[in-house]
């Protein structure tokens, strides 16, 4: 696969590159990164484009920089960066070098920006945001140009040097580049390079009061970096303009000029994706925190069990492209059980149960059955599994009055239990209310292993679990977050959150086979029938926790079907 992957590009990134390489320029070199913003946990959306830029650095032979892009001190926290450190390695990636920081070239920005005023192309403005804003102009109209654009670059140097020292309050001026307030492209208007604000950073604490803005650091930190191809999502196309200009008059000849290539952002239907919106569903309580096993981020995934491969397949299949898409979450979730199907040992668990008692089988008795881990491979090996006289099934498997099409047990009708033997219900036990409390059995003593000795065939087969042996364990039911495809689609005054899905998580007590009684938090089964679990953190001694990772498409049907 990988040589095949080597031959022709993939898309058309790669085909930049590979012009690239064969002109020679940035003497063959491919240098990418990974720019997140420390203001949030990384989601799925960054996962494409983490796979993307270490991608190509390993498939080019070149190198991928972790690199933090702090310059908003408000937002930021080292538990973000610490959790994108982790998730980044989780994804299977190796950063060239160690974790960069845009914050560690606040001084060589910082001189860049008095180079800019050196050269006429940058002025202290003292008109306040909300000034700023009002006289951007509209697209199709010019701005206005600030009264304040024709300060002398001595005055400028020595006001940017006070705001600088903490002279003037929060807000008081800015920095703005000198470009022009009539071109078409509205980041290009005199746009804010620096502003004063006294916020502790995470990294430079109070060393500073003015910060750049994210568009006056990202370009030039890719610039120190070496960075040859600065790959970025579709809305920085318009801010390339801008991008080149600081270049066209900082840049060294001789040096790196970063290449900055758009690619459409990935979008998933049923959930949302941006790190403002996570971080409300985080504050307002709506999910557990940002690894949630609903929330689309890659610790979410991680704790509710999917594997870095299943993600990086699905990366591989959606791909880049030049136009924005909304990817079907069905195609993740059959990336992750196509994944977990492959890796997951089977075991029986029972999450709502019906009592069934044999009553042939002697009350002391066990039986152990070999049971294969996985019937698709058979290098997974074998378990046994305990066999008793009362044993419980999925109450959905039982009905008094079957329908047409309806296999599973139903009075006098005989099934399998898997890899177990066969039954056959002889009795239903009701409580006072009429719900059905147990089943009545027998079973045929000749059917071990779940064959009849003369041939006979049963259309049903049922997952089960010995009463006296099963472990109990707390099942967490997730299921989409969202109910609407297009989560952002309300009624008038209502918001996303409108369409959570009220039935997201439900909490079940389930009965497992006693195999899984020594599995340790992240371990994964398939539960027969039912689907993907895994274990979660919140499991302690003597208190096991899963949680759904996936169910099993159609396995209901399917499964049940098998004579
Ligand atoms: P969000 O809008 O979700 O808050 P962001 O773009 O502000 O995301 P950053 O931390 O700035 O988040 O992003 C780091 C990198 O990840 C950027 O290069 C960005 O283009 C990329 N990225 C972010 N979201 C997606 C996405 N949905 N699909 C692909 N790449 C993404
Ligand atoms: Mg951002």
């Known amino acids: 696969m990988e040589s095949e992957e ?316 030049k136009r924005d898409t909304v990817v079907d979450m069905a195609l993740l979730e059959h990336c992750i059980r196509e994944d977990l199907n492959k890796r997951s040992p089977r075991v029986m668990g029972v999450l709502n149960p019906l009592k069934l008692v044999i009553e042939n089988y002697p009350e002391d008795r066990v039986d152990g059955f070999e049971i294969a881990n996985n019937q698709e491979d058979p290098s997974a090996g074998s378990r046994r599994v305990p066999f008793s006289r009362v044993v419980y099934i999925e109450r959905e498997d039982f009905m008094e009055e079957p329908p047409k099409g309806f296999f599973r047990l139903a009075p006098g009708r005989e099934v399998r239990l898997r890899g177990a033997c066969l039954i056959t219900c002889t009795g239903v036990e009701k409580n006072e209310l009429g719900g059905i409390s147990e089943l009545r059995c027998t079973w045929d003593p000749a059917s071990i292993g779940g064959t009849a000795s003369d041939g006979r065939k049963v259309k049903g087969t049922l997952h089960w679990v010995s009463a006296a042996h099963a472990v109990k364990a707390e099942v967490r039911l997730y299921d989409r977050l969202f109910t609407k495809e297009d989560p952002y689609e309300t009624e008038e005054g209502k918001d996303f959150t409108a369409n959570m899905n009220p039935d997201s998580l439900k909490v079940v007590t389930g009965f497992i086979e006693p195999h899984v009684a020594s599995s340790r938090p992240g371990d994964r089964f398939q539960f027969e029938r039912l689907g993907y679990f895994c274990v979660d953190p919140d499991s302690a001694a003597g208190r096991l926790v899963f949680n759904r990772t996936i169910t099993l498409k159609d396995s209901w049907a399917r499964e049940a079907k098998k004579g």
Not at 46 to 55: E, M, P, R, V, W
Not at 70 to 85: A, G
């Open 6 to 321: 080597k031959i022709k590009p993939q898309n058309f990134i790669e085909e930049i590159i590979e012009e690239d390489l064969k002109s020679g320029k940035n003497d063959a070199a491919v240098h990418t990164r990974f720019p997140p913003e420390p203001n949030g946990y990384l989601h799925i959306g960054h996962a494409k484009s983490i796979c993307l830029n270490f991608g190509l650095a390993a498939k080019y032979g070149g190198r991928c920089n972790l690199r933090f892009d702090d310059t908003n001190p408000e937002k930021e926290e080292v538990e973000y960066v610490d959790s994108i450190m982790e998730d980044v390695r989780w994804l299977g990636f190796q950063w060239h070098d160690r974790p960069y920081y845009a914050s560690d070239y606040f001084g060589a920005i910082y001189d860049w920006a008095v180079l800019l005023i050196k050269k006429d192309l940058a002025y202290v403005c003292d008109m306040s945001a909300e000034e700023i804003g009002a006289t951007r102009g509209t697209p199709t109209e010019p701005g206005k140009t600030s009264p304040w654009r024709d300060r002398p670059a001595d005055e400028n140097l020595d006001l940017f040097a006070r705001m600088k020292k903490g002279e003037f309050p929060d807000g008081a001026k800015v920095l703005r580049a000198k470009i022009g307030m009539d071109s078409p492209n509205m980041h290009m208007r005199d746009p804010v390079l620096y502003r004063i604000k006294r916020a502790e950073h995470h990294r430079t604490g109070n060393d500073w009061c003015i910060y750049p803005m994210y568009d006056f650091a990202h370009g030039q930190s890719d610039y120190i970096e070496g960075i040859t191809h600065s790959i970025c999502t579709l809305e920085f196309e318009v801010h390339r303009p801008l991008y080149d200009w600081f270049l066209d008059h900082i840049a060294e000849e001789g040096r790196v000029r970063p290449r900055q290539i758009e690619f459409a952002r990935l979008n998933l239907s049923y959930t949302v994706m941006s790190k403002r919106l996570l971080l409300r569903l985080v504050k307002e309580g709506r999910v557990s925190g940002w690894d949630d096993p609903r929330m689309p981020t890659i610790s979410g995934l991680r704790r509710r069990g999917c594997t870095s491969e299943s993600i990086r397949a699905f990366a591989a299949i959606i791909g880049v492209a």
